[in-house]
């Protein structure tokens, strides 16, 4: 089971939120195929958003596949996503990309704008 | 399940002749299974929608309709919370269930009230006039919601509530929403607390409707736009703007494409709200599907 937090200042549309939150359980495992998503009224009881919300955000994962509602059962995890795991090449390629931007003076927020403008062109038009 | 919970046609409400309306053709409709913010300065009018619409006041002119009856008619089936929680003070909080109880007996679910009263800690055998503000309005929404009601209308719901209280009854509203597809109706004027809450929009502004729709399509349909002060936001409707040195900041409902020169954002509820709050002559934006004309 997976517990919403919601961030009522972060600019992101509440159900977006939720998608997200989602996503990120499934990638990290937390949630696998066949486990139960919370229902609607469990997730407002713990959050006070709207109901409507919620069952937007499951629409929409849903409508990408991730999920299935089943009628007067609930809403079912149908399939995880693949994620590269923490020992994987890109990741020791990026780890080592990483160490050279410091070396040539980059800071932080540097390194963020790079990135972000570099997965904007690759990734651009993208659901997030 | 009635398929609109409210919906009104020039609605008007006058107190006395010499002072203005309160209420001056308002035409709204608000579908069932929504939960509906109710937002405007003091003075508005959101208090005497919310009477007209529990059928406490009469109009002075035009129609409302609640869950397709007269709301006279409709009086069981919907819930009304007053902004000042008119409660009995020496009745005791069991006492008062009790009476919401055999007031509504076809309707009454006592878990629901016990519930509501029992996470706030309340003693049963306390005396109303002993609780505090907040205290009183647990028990005045276990009241309302122990009803059953399909439609709910509070005015004011958590003024006088802490910060913990405030997320717990939001909660149970919520949830009853979820379980039940209970219409909410609340007015306010701390748009912050009904952000993530209220899926519907009705602001209203000098006795008059400014924006009513869905929140997520009145949202949709605005933007906040940066440019320089020179630029033209022609055809677009500028609700609002603002000229600091050479930038120009403004909330406009666009009319098409906005041009390569402005960098836009969407606004989030308070902002669109404010924008409209401080300028009272922008045009007003109905998106709550005018199918009165047709009827």
Known sequence: ?????????????????????????????????????????EVVEATAINPNTVLKAYRELEREGLVEARRGLGTFVRRGLNTAPADSPLRTELDAWAVRAREAGLERDDVDALFTSVLDTHFKGDES | MTETAIEAAALSKRFGRRRGPALDGCTFRLPAGRVCAVVGPNGAGKSTLLSLAAGLLRPTDGTITVLGQTPAAARERLAYVAQDKPLHPQL?????????????????????????????????????????????????????????????????????????????????????AAEHGTTVVMSSHVVAELDGACDHLLLLGAGRVRLAGPLDDLLAAHKLVTGRADAS??????????TTGRQLTALVRPDGPLGDGWQTTAPTLEELVLAHLRAPEAPALRLDTPQEAAV
């Open chain 1, 1 to 41: 089971m997976v517990e919403y937090r919601i961030d009522r200042r972060s600019g992101v549309a509440t159900y977006v939120q939720i998608v997200q939150q989602t996503k990120q359980a499934l990638r990290l495992g937390l949630l696998e195929p066949g486990d139960k998503l919370p229902t609607a009224r």
């Open chain 2, 92 to 176: 005791t909080v069991a006492d008062t269930l009790r009476l919401g109880r055999e007031l509504n007996p076809r309707r009454w679910d006592d878990r629901v009230a016990e519930r509501i009263v029992a996470e706030g800690d309340l003693a049963p055998d306390a005396k109303i006039r002993t609780l505090s503000g907040g205290q009183r309005t647990r028990v005045a929404l276990a009241l309302a919601l122990g009803k059953r009601p399909e439609l709910l209308l509070l005015d004011e719901p958590m003024a006088d509530l802490d910060p913990l209280a405030r997320h717990q009854l939001m909660a149970t509203l919520m949830a009853d």
């Open chain 2, 233 to 242: 936001l022609a055809p677009h409707t500028v609700v609002e703007s603002r």
